[in-house]
């Protein structure tokens, strides 16, 4: 990809390229006044690390919290489903909108912690922090970039990989996200998960969640939340929740798929960017690397 195509598409905002399409600089300085609530459910991650699945978690355990029925009808409520769930996603309004909706508010967001509001931390908003290994998130982030065109394609892996471990690529580097996030790792209203961790033990994970959030559940209740978040269910209803994106966005959905792209050279340099970054501390520890 060449930096025209770069620059077409995405812009720098205090040193990390976002998309143009889906962010400005305005909306982010709006986003400065945004009040958060003690009893918001928040999902924090760096794209491509599975933030769709664990909002649809969130999202059927917000339900069951209401008394309504993962998946059905009455489960969405209208207004909220209005606003797009990614907090920095909008127009300078939305936040004036936000703060009329009733509790509990969900909202995504794959910002660092220095570029969300204040109020984030100092309300005790309860946040899930969802991590993954470093090498699937950039597999999978190579394969949505030929598949969307809210940011550059590239036409050789390697292409990718040189600009992803460059800073090239939107959402800036996911080893400084992590060491950023890791400064709020040991914070009470912080639970971090990881992708791995899900995958190999949904239920136990969904479990963990719920007691986090304070959302009580049954055996029954439960099981219902984990057959819908398996990848083959919400492939399969893929075009209902995200119509033609579902295809890009639902894509293997496993663990090291990177060996099927990394060069041994590549998986050195990553390795390294993870020793010089991460590797000592908590959240480093907890992933699955
Ligand atoms: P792959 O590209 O490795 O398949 P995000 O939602 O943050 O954009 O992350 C997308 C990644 O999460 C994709 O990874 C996608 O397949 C995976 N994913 C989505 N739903 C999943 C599910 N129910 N179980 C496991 N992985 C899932």
């Given at each position: 990809?060449?930096?025209?195509?770069?620059?077409?598409?995405?812009f720098?905002?205090?040193?990390?390229l976002?998309?143009?399409?889906?962010?400005?600089?305005?909306?982010?300085?709006?986003?400065?006044?945004?009040?958060a609530?003690?009893?918001?459910?928040?999902?924090?991650?760096?794209?491509?690390?599975?933030?769709?699945?664990l909002?649809?978690?969130?999202?059927?355990?917000?339900?069951?919290?209401?008394?309504?029925?993962?998946?059905?009808?009455?489960?969405?409520?209208?207004?909220?489903?209005?606003?797009f769930?990614?907090?920095?996603?909008g127009?300078?309004?939305?936040?004036?909108?936000?703060?009329?909706?009733?509790?509990?508010?969900?909202?995504?967001?794959?910002?660092?912690?220095?570029?969300?509001?204040?109020?984030?931390?100092?309300?005790?908003?309860?946040?899930?922090?969802?991590?993954?290994n470093?090498?699937?998130?950039?597999?999978?982030?190579y394969?949505?970039?030929?598949?969307?065109?809210?940011?550059?394609?590239?036409?050789?892996?390697d292409?990718?990989?040189?600009?992803?471990?460059?800073?090239?690529?939107?959402?800036?580097?996911?080893?400084?996200?992590?060491s950023?996030?890791?400064?709020?790792?040991?914070?009470?209203?912080?639970?971090?998960?990881?992708?791995?961790?899900?995958k190999?033990n949904?239920?136990?994970?969904?479990?963990?969640?719920?007691?986090?959030?304070?959302?009580?559940?049954?055996?029954?209740?439960?099981?219902?939340?984990?057959?819908?978040s398996s990848?083959?269910?919400?492939?399969?209803?893929?075009?209902?929740?995200?119509?033609?994106?579902?295809n890009?966005?639902?894509?293997?959905?496993?663990?090291?798929?990177?060996?099927?792209?990394?060069?041994e050279?590549?998986?050195?340099?990553?390795?390294?960017?993870f020793?010089?970054?991460?590797?000592?501390?908590?959240?480093?520890?907890?992933?699955?690397?």
């Open positions: 990809s060449n930096s025209l195509h770069r620059d077409q598409l995405l720098s905002y205090k040193g990390i976002y998309p143009r399409i889906l962010y400005s600089p305005e909306v982010f300085k709006a986003l400065e006044s945004f009040e609530r003690r009893d918001d459910v928040i999902l924090a991650g760096y794209p491509k690390s599975g933030t769709n699945w909002s649809q978690i969130l999202n059927d355990l917000i339900a069951i919290s209401q008394k309504k029925t993962p998946g059905s009808e009455s489960s969405v409520n209208a207004e909220e489903q209005e606003e769930p990614y907090l920095e996603i127009d300078s309004e939305k936040y004036e909108r936000m703060s009329k909706l009733p509790s509990p508010r969900f909202m995504v967001t794959n910002l660092c912690p220095e570029k969300l509001p204040k109020s984030l931390f100092q309300n005790n908003a309860k946040i899930l922090l969802l991590i993954r470093p090498k699937d998130v950039a597999t999978s982030y394969h949505f970039s030929n598949g969307v065109a809210t940011v550059p394609s590239y036409e050789t892996w292409d990718f990989f040189t600009d992803f471990m460059a800073k090239k690529t939107a959402w800036g580097c996911y080893l400084e996200y992590l950023e996030w890791n400064k709020y790792a040991d914070k009470e209203n912080i639970m971090t998960i990881t992708y791995e961790e899900v190999e949904p239920a136990l994970s969904v479990k963990n969640i719920a007691t986090f959030f304070g959302i009580p559940l049954t055996e029954e209740q439960l099981q219902l939340v984990v057959e819908r990848f083959q269910s919400m492939k399969k209803n893929s075009d209902k929740t995200h119509g033609s994106f579902g890009v966005l639902f894509r293997k959905g496993g663990v090291s798929d990177w060996k099927n792209h990394f060069t050279d590549q998986s050195k340099k990553m390795d390294k960017a020793e010089e970054h991460i590797a000592g501390t908590k959240l480093g520890k907890k992933l699955k690397y």
